[in-house]
């Protein structure tokens, strides 16, 4: 199913069932959460997922939840295995680069509600639960999620792609060092498997 994850047909796909949201903001609201520690079954992502495009009156047909299961199962790989190349779920080359600038904007504002709202029911703080270098990053998306447009002029130049290749870039880069930190950083404080962790040493 590696054709089917694609950003122009996925999102053609959300729309037909109504979606208010952009798979890209869908990808950025489960990043968000799976930055924050979650590991979301299929039933429990379909039930975000349908919250998040405000359809969950919505009876999922196997071949959209199968959809949903794609971007699950495609965005957690991607983030567990990083020399597969994380990238944000964007909008192909050929498209305009404002309409671009303005999917990765919606796609660090996805990040951003997935991400505050995960760390909110973890019991988590914000404020005292993260790193600076963390705190820094998600500063630097929330300027980004406010991005509606890349070119000043009428037309696009060659320098307004090189800014985009280099903003897209900062925010895989963002996102995977975000990750880590909370993840693997959660990961590595965790009991071994088979210790107590009530036991006393």
């Known amino acids: 199913m590696t054709e089917l994850y694609e950003?122009?047909?996925l999102n053609d796909q959300l729309f037909n069932l109504g979606s208010v949201n952009s798979v890209a903001e869908l990808q950025g609201m489960l990043c968000g959460r799976l930055c924050a520690g979650e590991r979301l079954e299929a039933a429990q992502w379909n039930t975000l997922a349908l919250e998040f495009m405000d359809l969950e009156h919505l009876a999922l047909a196997e071949e959209h939840s199968a959809l949903l299961a794609l971007i699950l199962e495609r965005t957690q790989a991607l983030l567990d295995d990083q020399q597969l190349g994380f990238t944000p779920l964007l909008p192909a080359d050929e498209t305009s680069l404002d309409n671009r600038a303005r999917e990765l904007g919606a796609w660090c504002e996805g990040f951003l509600h997935g991400l505050g709202q995960a760390i909110g029911q973890s019991g988590l703080s914000a404020d005292t639960g993260l790193s600076d270098d963390?705190?820094?990053?998600l500063r630097d998306l929330?300027?980004?999620?406010?991005?509606?447009?890349?070119?000043?002029?009428?037309s696009e130049t060659e320098q307004d792609e090189v800014y985009w290749v280099e903003l897209v870039e900062y925010v895989k880069v963002a996102v995977l060092n975000i990750y880590n930190d909370i993840v693997l950083a959660k990961a590595a404080k965790a009991p071994p498997a088979d210790e107590d962790p009530n036991t006393l040493h």
């Open 7 to 9: 950003f122009h047909f």
């Open 134 to 137: 963390v705190k820094d990053s």
């Open 142 to 154: 929330a300027h980004i999620s406010q991005a509606e447009a890349i070119s000043e002029g009428e």
